[in-house]
């Protein structure tokens, strides 16, 4: 059974940091396209940063570019997503979402919201960036 779940959400002061973290079962982490989305209230999901090992691509929305970071441990099959320099706007649950098929990156912005064409995705984690 395919299972993700994230944690290491939690409240931030406006320029803290934070480590979310998403532990993979029932597959491993060696063929995937996964990545890290998240959804505030009353706004719709949006993709954050993604990996693909089918093309070796990695991205990062502009938002995030340059402040955030995306990162596979294959030993501990998780993927973390490293927040630095964190902004109120940044308020929002995060979700892990993977798929082993390995898909290119392009392939999943076609498939577009709001799964992206992943057939799997964990339960949420909160982000609060207020002072």
């Known amino acids: 059974q395919v299972q993700l779940v994230e944690s290491g959400g939690g409240l931030v002061q406006p320029g803290g940091s934070l480590r979310l973290s998403c532990a993979a079962s029932?597959?491993?982490?060696?063929?995937?396209?996964l990545g890290w989305f998240r959804q505030a209230p009353g706004k719709e999901r949006e993709i954050v940063s993604c990996?693909?090992?089918?093309?070796?691509?990695?991205y990062y929305s502009d938002s995030v570019k340059g402040r955030f970071t995306i990162s596979i441990d294959n030993a501990e099959n998780t993927v973390s997503l490293q927040m630095n320099s964190l902004k109120p706007e940044n308020t929002a649950v995060y979700y892990c979402?993977?798929?082993?098929?390995?898909?290119?990156?392009?392939?999943?912005?076609?498939?577009?919201?709001?799964?992206?064409?992943?057939?799997?995705w964990g339960q949420g984690t909160q982000v609060t960036v207020s002072s």
């Open positions: 029932g597959f491993t982490l060696d063929y995937y396209v």
């Open positions: 979402a993977a798929d082993p098929s390995a898909f290119s990156l392009d392939t999943m912005f076609e498939w577009g919201p709001p799964h992206y064409g992943l057939d799997y």
């Open positions: 990996i693909s090992s089918s093309d070796g691509r990695t």
